[in-house]
């Protein structure tokens, strides 16, 4: 029966906690019924199709099962289920489509006769077949030979499945096209048919066999002189021939007659009941198989978490149950289980992680192929952030049980890579915390002291680094993008490296340089890791290098500078990385107030820009005047105009804002104004 407990909770753990209903139909039914469910009433279900839609802020996933069962549950909010999630509500709901089928098959089972009542009571498949077989020949007693034929996909044949009385010993080897022979023909035909008297019908094309068949027919029952009568009957499920049983009248007297045919007409629509039930039994057996089995993985991963065995053991375990070579990748630190120089098919860490980020969140696993083999990448995802991977040789298909405990399996690991995350993370603050106490103590040996608890080298020539992804809206992403940064830079920067960690949107880094030639490669690298990480991650990161100094009491002054000229980066909307020796005059407007900065622009450009009939010349001949470093004549050839032209907006200039260009305050005035304007951009042109 279906399982509304553990329905709910599932919707729950996906965060849906609006009521919900169960709608059922089939075709034995003329509207939906409602079958599980809370809420107002909804009148009307309609007929979905979509598998997903949204009317009237309801969600409606509508789920098809065998038989035109038809499943449609009614969410009371807009939402979007994905595929995996979807898949699970199908399984979650084959009990009620299961529950319901069999009880409308068991009505009719009720109304057959008791010979039939006997063939609908053997549910599993391959013995049914016999059971049909022989429950036929006891109420047909003329015939004394019966067969069941079925289609092989794989051979493109007709088989034997299934036969009694006078067996022929070859006939379960003989494979019959579709249009060859008595066989081919049943199938064709689609309706039951007596034949009695078959040497007509021996010259005809259509009942000819091939010699491989002819080969395995005892001739001692030779068609058709040992054959007086037969009979064929397709059975049909759904509408469509899923096998043909074939009676045939060899040793007895009598020839099977019309009533033969017709009884025969009549069991053959219950067998294909018997038959659609005992496959409906067998489907939700292997389905309650696989629900224990999904149970038993799901405890086995959920008891090696809690006990904190690790991934390691995780993926011993996960090995085990599907038999294949698997690697375990953590991406946000680029390490792999097992340890290994380097991932399957030669692939790079970044190389591996850009290639999922462009496969998206709907396709559950990828498959590769390449000269070291194929191999299955399974994404480990929390939300929209990948956290890692599993790679998988594909040395065969992946089967239910697989895909079951590679789904259970990455469940645990992106719960296990959260808690690492997580542990990483109080780790940093705590760096952080003694990191600012060096920012701050002025006692020597305390400095010291904290400085040796950091792993602090005293007395060595030391850098701050600061660096800043801009513009992150979802935490996730920004701490997963900050945990791998900090795993690119000690990988790339390992020998330098005094102290880093993260904050928020910052990675501060404190590095170490024995000579000081050596600034200028490290500067390389940092410059080469942003324009990757701008590049391959299309994200904004800006780092600001504070200046070289000897000995731990510098460290506060270094990581002030490079906090300036972080902000210099960002007032300017730049990424990459600067140097504070490089951001020259701008040092003094960094913390400078920038609603004030913009008064300050105003103040000169306000009056030039509203004097009228001017179309702002007189803004441009002023900032063309300072470029040209107050050259008249170069400022002239520039705007393409007269010098005496030029002399008389200058002379306008000085009119407009009450000032002289001999005097050298109201000039620094001017020239600060335009450097302003040019640099910081502040106020349009």
């Not at 849906?16 to 009148?43: D, H, K, V």
């Not at 035909?189 to 019908?201: A, I």
């Not at 380097?342 to 591996?352: I, S």
Request: charged share 25%; proline share 3%.
């Amino acid at each position: 029966m279906f399982n509304r407990k553990f329905f709910e909770l599932f919707l729950n753990q996906k965060g849906i906690a609006a009521p919900y209903q169960i709608w059922l139909t089939a075709p034995e039914l003329p509207n939906f019924i409602l079958i599980e469910g809370s809420g107002e009433l909804t009148e009307q279900i309609p007929s979905c199709e979509h598998s997903q839609s949204i009317q009237d802020n309801k969600t409606c996933l509508s789920f098809n099962y065998p038989g035109n069962y038809q499943i449609t549950v009614c969410l009371f909010q807009p939402l979007t289920i994905n595929d995996a999630d979807f898949q699970l509500i199908y399984h979650l709901l084959h009990p009620c489509y299961a529950h319901y089928a069999l009880k409308a098959s068991q009505y009719k089972i009720d109304k057959i006769v008791e010979s039939i009542r006997h063939t609908t009571s053997v549910l599993d498949v391959e013995d049914l077949y016999s059971t049909i077989l022989a429950n036929t020949i006891d109420v047909i007693p003329h015939a004394d030979l019966g067969t069941l034929w079925f289609y092989d996909p794989a051979l493109n044949r007709y088989v034997c499945k299934a036969s009694v009385g006078n067996v022929i010993p070859g006939i379960r080897k003989m494979r019959f096209g579709a249009d060859e022979g008595f066989v081919g023909y049943a199938f064709k035909l689609r309706v039951p048919e007596l034949f009695t008297n078959l040497s007509k019908l021996m010259d005809q094309d259509k009942w000819r066999t091939s010699d491989e068949n002819s080969r395995h027919w005892d001739h001692r029952l030779a068609f058709p002189r040992n054959v007086k009568s037969m009979v064929t009957a397709p059975i049909m499920i759904d509408g469509r021939v899923e096998c043909v049983m074939i009676l045939c009248q060899i040793k007895t007297k009598m020839l099977l007659t019309e009533q033969d045919l017709q009884l025969l007409q009549g069991f053959t629509a219950q067998l294909g009941i018997a038959m659609r039930n005992a496959r409906l039994f067998t489907n939700l057996k292997k389905q309650n198989e696989l629900l224990v089995k999904r149970d038993d993985i799901h405890s086995t991963f959920t008891k090696l978490s809690l006990q904190n065995m690790g991934a390691n053991r995780m993926i011993r375990e996960l090995r085990r149950m599907i038999d294949l070579p698997i690697f375990f990748v953590d991406l946000i630190e680029n390490e792999s289980i097992p340890e290994t120089k380097g991932l399957p098919d030669q692939k790079a860490y970044k190389e591996l992680y850009n290639y999922l980020s462009s496969l998206g969140e709907k396709a559950p696993y990828d498959v590769v192929e390449s000269e070291y083999g194929s191999h299955y990448l399974y994404p480990i995802r929390t939300g929209n952030v990948i956290l890692g991977c599993l790679i998988i040789r594909a040395r065969r298909q992946l089967n239910t049980l697989d895909q079951i405990a590679l789904e259970q399996a990455h469940s645990i690991l992106a719960l296990e890579l959260v808690k690492k995350q997580n542990l990483v993370e109080f780790y940093y603050k705590k760096k952080r915390e003694l990191f600012n106490e060096i920012l701050q103590i002025k006692d020597v040996e305390l400095l010291q002291l904290k400085a040796r608890e950091l792993g602090i080298k005293e007395n060595a020539d030391l850098i701050s680094v600061i660096f800043q992804f801009y513009d992150f809206a979802e935490p996730q992403v920004l701490e997963a993008h900050v945990h791998r940064l900090i795993t690119q830079i000690k990988t790339e920067l390992s020998p330098y490296i005094q102290t880093v960690f993260g904050y928020n949107n910052e990675v501060t880094l404190l590095a170490g340089i024995p000579k000081s030639s050596q600034f200028a490669v490290i500067k390389k690298k940092l410059t080469k890791l942003l324009v990757e990480w701008t590049k391959n991650n299309n994200i904004q990161l800006g780092a600001g290098m504070g200046s070289l100094y000897n000995g731990i009491h510098y460290i506060e002054k270094s990581y002030k500078e490079a906090k300036n000229a972080l902000a210099y980066l960002k007032s300017r909307k730049l990424s990459g990385c600067i140097e504070y020796s490089e951001i020259g005059v701008n040092r003094l407007f960094i913390n400078q107030n920038g609603e004030d900065l913009d008064r300050y622009v105003k103040d000169v450009f306000d009056p030039l820009s509203s004097n009228q009939g001017n179309n702002n010349i007189l803004e441009q001949t002023l900032l063309t005047y300072f470029e040209c470093n107050r050259s008249a004549a170069q400022t002239a050839k520039k705007l393409h105009v007269h010098i005496n032209t030029l002399y008389h907006r200058l002379k306008k200039i000085e009119e407009t804002l009450q000032i002289s260009f001999e005097s050298t305050e109201n000039v620094l005035r001017l020239q600060l104004a335009c450097y302003l304007r040019e640099s910081f951009g502040r106020i349009e042109s």
